[in-house]
């Protein structure tokens, strides 16, 4: 009888110098808002408003695994190798000046952003929203990739890519928005007003903010198992069915606080 040999499976491609860097920095930006936690375990103060340690920790864990997430899933992502690179740099790049501004305010003790009250602190809330002007263009270039050609991976995976991605671009909309919003009443005298206006949108754009990881990591998750590709992405659908649904809960929520 015949022998039907099997194609050995292909190793594993190794991390490129970039991204290690990225995933190197990703860490380091959830170990600052690690150690920022015990910080305000120590020194106390509010953890809500404009002045509070809640910033540098929530902004820390929230781009550090942020930029993990996006090195980890763009490599599904079909795209020029060396444009990856470079957008993933400048995410990089950008994730520490954000987290580096709002970290370096909250030290001072006063708000990071909307903040016009001295040159310095304008330079810095300037910085922080130009720097979210970057963020915004580096994530919707990858999410078009994403749209563009089919992502690769296992069965689910292209699903979850496309949807993380597609949810995240409501979280960079809500960004926006809190920024535009915050902006226009500080230049109008309002400035009290202006820190408290982004609370409505916080809970859609924290929960828009990560279906790029949780998303993809339950696609890769499910290939570990035994079940079929077909009980695979049924499940991706549904738990995408669940997120969206999440996402209108909050922005609904948003519209009716707003």
Partial sequence: MPTTTLAPTPPKPSLRPAERLCLATGALLVLSGSLHLLVFAVDGGPWDGPVSWRKPVTFGLSFGLTLIAITWVTSYVRMEAGRRTALLVVFAADCVLEVGGITL????????????????????????????????????????????????????????????????????????????????????????????????????????????????????????????????????????????????????QAVLTW
């Fill in 105 to 252: 305010q909250a030290w001072r003790r006063v708000p990071s952003h909307l903040d016009m009250e001295t040159g310095f602190d304008t330079a810095v809330s300037m910085m922080l929203a130009v720097g979210g002007g970057i963020l915004v263009v580096v994530l919707t270039a990858f999410a078009v990739a994403s749209f563009r050609d089919r992502p690769t991976g296992p069965a689910g995976m292209p699903l979850a890519v496309r949807s993380g991605f597609a949810i995240l671009l409501v979280a960079l909309a809500s960004g926006a928005a809190m920024i535009a919003r915050g902006v226009v009443l500080t230049r109008t005298g309002h400035q009290e007003a202006a820190y408290h206006s982004t609370a409505p949108l916080k809970p859609l754009h924290g929960v828009s903010l990560h279906a790029v990881l949780v998303l993809p990591a339950l696609a890769w998750l499910l290939s570990r198992t035994g079940w079929s590709h077909e009980a695979r992405r049924r499940i991706v659908w549904g738990a995408v069915g669940l997120y969206t649904a999440a996402v209108v809960a909050a922005g609904v």
